[in-house]
């Protein structure tokens, strides 16, 4: 029974590892976000016959190892 407990101990370990590398890489991404803005503040107006690829944020939080492999930007298309 030491055993049991030691291995659900080590798996609590290792989740609670993985969420804190989550949680580290959103706080980065907001702080990378909010000073990319600071930069270059305002909306982005494309004009006609520009090329623009279209990306996919519901891919940004995926865990399922089938679905890290789909490309996140599409294929350019012209405005």
Do not use: C
């Not at 407990?5 to 080590?10: D, G, L, M, N, T």
Request: hydrophobic letters at 35%.
């Amino acid at each position: 029974s030491d055993v049991l407990a030691q291995i659900a101990y080590v798996e609590q370990q290792r989740m609670d590892g993985y969420d804190e590398i989550v949680h580290h890489a959103i706080k980065r991404k907001a702080k990378f976000d909010k000073k990319l803005l600071q930069r270059a503040p305002g909306e982005v107006i494309f004009k006609p016959g520009q090329l623009v690829q279209i990306y996919r944020s519901d891919l940004d939080y995926t865990f399922k190892n089938e679905r890290k492999f789909i490309p996140k930007w599409s294929i350019p298309h012209r405005v």
